[in-house]
């Protein structure tokens, strides 16, 4: 659940508990619409925001510059779901010394156990910069609406968080990636997707 506490001056709409920006959505601006909700400008994906929209990143950049007063990553994020947010996150790497603990995998799973599901159905997530692929990846995987970040993974590079450097890598063959990759076994793990294949009781997700 989402910590109300954090967000005094915005409960409203929520039940309590959750970030709402409730009667301020004041509708799109028209500029070339590419999805619901979302304006973009000419050919980019770079787009104005609706008030509700940069209302939601002003709330992950915060998270992000919160961060990096408490000594974490310059990284926040929020998921959204009809005008609330349930989960947020920022950076916490360092603190928790947890190589996965990006502000995007954080706030999808304070949204997941919100919901109580393993998917974003019709959220939107904010990030105050551009995923990394592991989190672009969990946010495949967890199936939102859309996605919108702030900073580039180019700013990001340039303060040396090369998440460019990992994008670039995964166009890699297998022999030519920086961290020597090996195959073994293969049999042996396909006998676990047969096992996976024949189980009546699983749960496709
Ligand atoms: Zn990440």
């Not at 929520?14 to 509708?27: A, P, V």
């Not at 020597?180 to 047969?194: H, W």
Request: proline content about 4%; charged content about 20%; aromatic content about 12%.
């Amino acid at each position: 659940m989402y910590n109300a506490s954090k967000f005094p001056s915005f409960l409203n709409g929520c039940g309590g508990l959750l970030f709402s920006w409730g009667d301020n959505f004041h509708g799109l601006v028209t500029l070339g619409t590419r999805f619901d909700g979302a304006t973009f400008v000419s050919n980019s994906m770079i787009m104005q925001g609706t008030t509700e929209q940069n209302g939601f990143m002003r709330e992950a950049i915060r998270l992000a510059a919160d961060n990096v007063q408490k000594g974490g990553g310059p990284f926040g994020a929020v998921v959204v779901l009809d005008g609330c947010i349930i989960g947020s996150g920022a950076n916490r790497v360092t603190t928790s010394l947890d190589p996965t603990a990006h502000a995007e995998i954080t706030a999808i799973r304070e949204a997941c156990r919100h919901l109580g599901h393993w998917q974003l159905t019709g959220c939107e997530i904010y990030s105050s910069c551009e995923p990394c692929p592991m989190c672009l990846g969990a946010i495949y995987w967890a199936r939102p609406a859309a996605l919108y970040f702030a900073s580039t993974r180019e700013d990001a590079a340039s303060i040396h968080f090369d998440d460019a450097f990992i994008y670039r890598e995964l166009q890699q063959p297998l022999e030519a990636r920086s961290i020597p990759t090996f195959q073994l076994l293969r049999d042996e793990g396909l006998r676990v997707f047969s096992a996976w294949e024949t189980n009546p009781d699983k749960i496709r997700y």
